[in-house]
């Protein structure tokens, strides 16, 4: 099945983007202002996050990442074990594969089979219908599910749309007449202010921004083509990254001590360790999609591994929470944080202010 081999391109090439990571990586312009007697009992810190109608034991999830062909049953089968033993959300890659070739279902339902109790997202690109985003929640008897928004992908893609127009108008019936929450996402292009006012005025109430600096879709489809003059090579890297969304939605109200208490924001995008997902949440996003760091362990190491690792980062989150004096992870939007590089060049050309960012502890004392 040709759908079957474009999945399991996709998963050899977003592995082995893991050991060519992004040149650029916008965490890497965020730096924690250590202050020493900062710091809390671990006993008292609390990791646990509000997110929509649920409570996520700590401020990441396992984000959309493959289905359809027996590799990514085995992905899936172990991530969804990990997140049974840990409490930690989980959803599922992209069901459209499912919903035209019912063949391959199992290598989505196996989530649930392994996950009964736990909070289960489904995945569906944009462009889909009502009817087939409730299908794709009746499939794995979801908690919610993510829309995936991917116009840089479907243009590189050798078999993809080039007509985005209804998307818009299909997120909002979406959103209006679905039973269960939906997170609107980006792949790996991020998410600009605009476009969360947009989700917003069509009825979203969650959004990932799913910025740049992880798994590169525009570079694995370029990847997939026959090379010579046909090639998109120039759009490896495009869009923005979680940490300039973050700053864009800081500008557009969406995260911040103006945000809408009823619209949620949180982050995706090359996130690598607990680190990161601390400077996410200070950054203003309630919690933190991790996929390819994680796809690694899975498709690798198995299902006891990876839930090691998501014993390991919920440990590791409150152990930094403590360090910097957060009892919760919304305490970390009172950290001090410095914005450097590429992403103080954003924030300064998109015209927002980024020095009171190091001054909030002051602010909150």
């Known amino acids: 099945m040709i759908v079957s081999s474009r999945k399991e391109d996709h998963i050899r090439l977003a592995a082995e983007q893991q050991d060519q990571p992004a040149s650029y990586r916008g965490f890497d312009d965020i730096e924690i202002l250590h202050h020493a007697l900062a710091g809390i009992d671990r006993a008292q810190v609390d990791t646990s996050v509000t997110v929509g109608p649920w409570t996520w034991r700590a401020p990441f999830y396992v984000t959309g990442m493959t289905g359809g062909t027996e590799t990514a049953m085995t992905i899936n089968r172990a991530l969804a074990r990990a997140t049974a033993a840990t409490g930690i959300p989980m959803a599922s890659g992209s069901i459209g594969i499912a919903l035209d070739y019912p063949e391959t279902s199992p290598s989505f339902t196996v989530i649930r089979e392994e996950n009964p109790d736990g909070i289960v997202l489904a995945n569906i690109g944009a462009g889909r219908s009502l009817d087939d985003a409730k299908r794709a929640v009746d499939l794995l008897s979801a908690d919610g599910l993510q829309l995936h928004l991917n116009s840089v992908q479907e243009t590189v893609m050798p078999e993809g749309s080039r007509d985005f127009s209804a998307w818009l108008g299909l997120v909002e019936q979406i959103a209006s007449g ?42 694995i489809e370029n990847d997939r083509r026959s090379g010579g003059h046909d090639d998109y090579s120039y759009l490896n890297g495009f869009g923005s990254s979680a940490v300039q969304c973050l700053l864009d939605a800081r500008l557009g109200h969406h995260v911040g001590p103006n945000a809408d208490p009823n619209f949620t924001v949180l982050a995706s995008g090359g ?32 299902a006891d591994a ?18 910097m004096g957060a009892a919760t992870p919304g305490a970390l939007e009172y950290t001090d944080i410095l914005v450097r590089g590429r992403s103080r060049e954003f924030a300064d050309l998109r015209g927002l202010d980024v020095r009171a960012l190091a001054r909030r502890s002051q602010e909150a004392s």
Do not use: C, Y
């Open 306 to 323: 990876m839930t090691e690792v998501l014993e390991i980062w919920m440990e590791r989150v409150g152990q930094l929470q403590a360090m």
């Open 178 to 219: 679905l039973d269960v929450p939906i997170i609107v996402k980006e792949v790996g292009f991020g998410l600009s202010a605009k476009t969360l006012t947009e989700l917003k005025n069509a009825g979203v109430t969650i959004a990932d921004v799913a910025g740049s600096g992880g798994t590169d879709f525009a570079k």
């Open 271 to 302: 996130v690598r360790h607990p680190l990161d997902v601390v400077k996410s949440v200070a950054m203003g996003a309630r919690a933190v999609g991790v996929a390819g760091t994680f796809l690694k362990v899975a498709l690798s190491e198995g």
